[in-house]
């Protein structure tokens, strides 16, 4: 159906993001702490000489600075809104009235451009009780051109009014600035971007399902007129009704299976799979550097899904996505989660520039799927070593409440692939009988306590009390742990001479906090807990030999597949 003006008349086509441009205050989609602000001056009689409107792109700047035109100017506002109906408001509508003056400053950026505003801003309006200067995109303008506007801008005519708009307000000299009222348009929020799709597909007759609105808001990023413009090119597809489908084959979107595809072949690390994925993509004329976009996004939405609490909030998928997500959260850790997102933000800004896309997505996607440690310094070293203690954290939280978990003796022999090595109990092998004799010789007897100290005999207790209250991964470190009283007052947890990574875990606030309350709930009597090696408390002397923790962490590189390079 074509478009008809205020008379009837036939227009020709106009693009949905005019025709839905807001013609009141009223009509802005949020912005309301401007919209407020705006109208409030209006039904005061109290506009400012120059304003200066900040923000991305399609949030309502060039709106909202030709709404306050007319509103200054109308004969008969309503409630600090222009009516659209005098003389005035219809002649600033349809151009005929030339007190409204737009200017581009991107391609009138010269000093002579703006002496020509100060030549012009002497004259009084011909029509209108305020000559308004809409000046777009402010910040192209050059240095000469921004001094040659400094002194008109500071004190301009009465019936002159400046409305400055810019994406990039640091641009700006601080001169300017000073003399202009600030207002910061935030980014409009995917449910107010998709409120106002479904009234514009409304009335175009068009059904949409939620889900495509979600997308085109999502995709908008913030940006009405973005959506918008997004919509009408789903429109002209000549479709009556808007499926999600539609939206992914008209934006140029990899299909979200496929991300979905590889996002979750890097959760399981399934290397393989990713890698026939981006192969399907990339064959099928796929950019890689959008798609590496939106699996960062993927991620960034798990984050939040596993960061819990207000969090959850941020997360802006449809349910279907959100169920995928939360089965994902289980198989994967919070701290691998963050690596993924920040090397998949890495390669999304190398590919813009790589000359084979190809190699560069398939280099990363197969990094992280082995979770190589090699490349990461100590802190993410010591992330992953954790992520996979969490990993065991979930399997022991599985056994039923009633079962303890046993101490192993040397006679077991566990599967040391299920159960990598966090300084917890380890078989008996080849490769640790000198460990295990050195054990043998630098610990005390069974029972006996060194001189000063005794031994804590509810100390079984207060771990069934750590692991019944939840606090699995204290638990797991504690275990093999002895608990010494000093005074009546402080607790030593005596951890091996070899068990750093153990001390310093036990060592954090949240560590001793649980140990306390433990302590606390089992014994009812106060305690402050420290962590102390069997060296500090002088039960083995500090012999220099090969450093069994560097051992450990060979063996457990080793079978789990992880290159692990040792520098001295």
Not at 34 to 59: D, M, Q, W
Not at 268 to 287: C, E, F, N, T, V
Not at 389 to 408: T, V
Request: hydrophobic share 40%; net charge negative.
């Amino acid at each position: 159906m074509p478009a008809t003006g205020m008379d009837g008349e036939i227009m020709a086509h106009l693009a949905l993001y005019r025709k839905w441009r807001p013609l009141t205050f009223d009509d802005v989609v949020e912005q309301r702490h401007i919209v407020e602000t705006l109208k409030n001056s209006i039904k005061t009689n109290s506009p400012s000489h120059a304003y200066l409107f900040c923000g991305t792109r399609g949030t309502g700047k060039t709106t909202l600075a030709k709404i306050l035109a007319r509103a200054v100017n109308c004969l008969h506002p309503v409630d600090g809104n222009p009516c659209n109906q005098c003389e005035v408001c219809k002649g600033i509508l349809d151009g005929s009235i030339i007190d409204v003056i737009e200017i581009d400053a991107a391609s009138n950026n010269g000093v002579d451009d703006v002496r020509q505003i100060k030549e012009a801003v002497m004259y009084v309006p011909a029509v209108t009780r305020y000559k308004v200067y809409i000046i777009d995109e402010v910040h192209m303008l050059s240095t000469g051109a921004f001094n040659a506007l400094l002194k008109t801008l500071e004190e301009p005519p009465e019936s002159v009014i400046f409305i400055l708009a810019t994406t990039e307000p640091h641009k700006i000299p601080a001169t300017i600035l000073s003399r202009c009222q600030r207002f910061d348009f935030k980014r409009i929020s995917m449910r107010g971007i998709s409120s106002r799709l479904e009234v514009i597909a409304q009335d175009m007759g068009i059904s949409c399902e939620p889900s495509a609105l979600t997308l085109i808001a999502r995709l908008a990023q913030g940006g009405m007129r973005d959506a918008i413009s997004l919509l009408d090119q789903c429109i002209s597809t000549g479709t009556r009704r808007l499926t999600r489908e539609d939206v992914i084959a008209v934006s140029g979107l990899t299909a979200l299976k496929t991300v979905d595809a590889i996002a979750e072949a890097l959760v399981d690390r399934d290397a393989p799979g990713a890698l026939m994925q981006i192969d399907q993509a990339y064959a099928s004329g796929r950019d890689l550097a959008p798609l590496c976009g939106q699996l960062v996004e993927w991620f960034r939405n798990l984050m939040l899904l596993q960061t819990g609490g207000d969090a959850l909030k941020l997360v802006d998928v449809d349910e279907a996505d959100l169920e995928r997500l939360g089965r994902a959260a289980g198989r994967i850790s919070h701290e691998e989660t963050i690596a993924m997102i920040r090397e998949l933000s890495e390669t999304e800004s190398r590919l813009r520039w790589s000359e084979n896309q190809r190699i560069l997505m398939e280099v990363t996607v197969v990094r992280l799927c082995t979770r190589s440690l090699e490349g990461a310094d100590v802190s993410e070293r010591l992330q992953m070593l954790e992520s996979r203690l969490d990993a065991l954290e979930r399997k022991m939280s599985g056994i039923a409440d009633g079962a303890m978990i046993p101490r192993r003796t040397a006679a077991e022999t566990p599967d040391r692939h299920d159960v990598p090595d966090y300084g917890m109990a380890q078989p008996e092998s080849p490769a640790s009988v000198k460990t295990e004799k050195k054990q043998a010789i630098r610990r005390p007897h069974e029972g006996e306590a060194p001189q000063g100290r005794t031994e804590l005999k509810e100390w079984p207790e207060v771990l069934e009390h750590l692991r019944s209250a939840g606090r699995m991964k204290v638990y797991a470190y504690l275990l093999d742990t002895r608990c010494l009283l000093t005074d009546g007052a402080t607790a030593v947890v005596v951890v091996g001479r070899d068990e750093q990574l153990k001390k310093n875990i036990l060592n954090r606030n949240e560590s001793l906090e649980a140990i306390e309350e433990a302590l606390l709930q089992v014994t009812g009597t106060p305690m402050k807990v420290r962590i102390k090696d069997e060296v500090e408390l002088g039960l083995v002397e500090d012999v220099n030999e090969s450093d069994p923790v560097l051992e450990k962490v060979k063996r457990f590189a080793m079978d789990n597949g992880l290159n692990l390079e040792i520098v001295e």
